[in-house]
Nanobody, 118 residues
Framework: QVQLVESGGTLVQAGGSLRLSCAAS????????MGWYSQAPGKQRELVAT???????NYADSVKGRFTISRDNAKNTVYLQMNSLKSEDTAVYYC????????????WGQGTQVTVSS
């Protein structure tokens, strides 16, 4: 069973930076695309950024130019560098990974809280 463990969420002032990490653990695992999603109070979970195993990236328009997604395939870890944070970035951030088994499936992490104070 693959587990995703996020870290890095905290309280930060507007204009500040933060780096989230998400590590996939499990024996003999193969991970495909990975991504970050956010869910603000009272709102649906939405895509922030995704990255393929080959490094191709995709971003929500709201974070383009401010956030950068990257990954370390050897460590099965994905990162989200968040710069120029705004109060509207406040949300729980969830990591997502495509686990490449005979029947591929998406695994979610437990989420990490990011709070941006204005």
């Amino acid at each position: 069973q693959v587990q995703l463990v996020e870290s890095g969420g905290t309280l930060v002032q507007a204009g500040g930076s933060l780096r989230l990490s998400c590590a996939a653990s499990g024996s003999g695992i193969s991970i495909g695309a990975m991504g970050w999603y956010s869910q603000a109070p009272g709102k649906q979970r939405e895509l922030v950024a995704t990255i393929t195993s080959g490094g191709s990236t995709n971003y929500a328009d709201s974070v383009k130019g401010r956030f950068t997604i990257s990954r370390d395939n050897a460590k099965n870890t994905v990162y989200l560098q968040m710069n120029s944070l705004k109060s509207e970035d406040t949300a729980v951030y969830y990591c997502n990974a495509l686990v490449m088994t005979l029947n591929p499936y998406y695994q979610w992490g437990q989420g990490t809280q990011v709070t941006v104070s204005s």
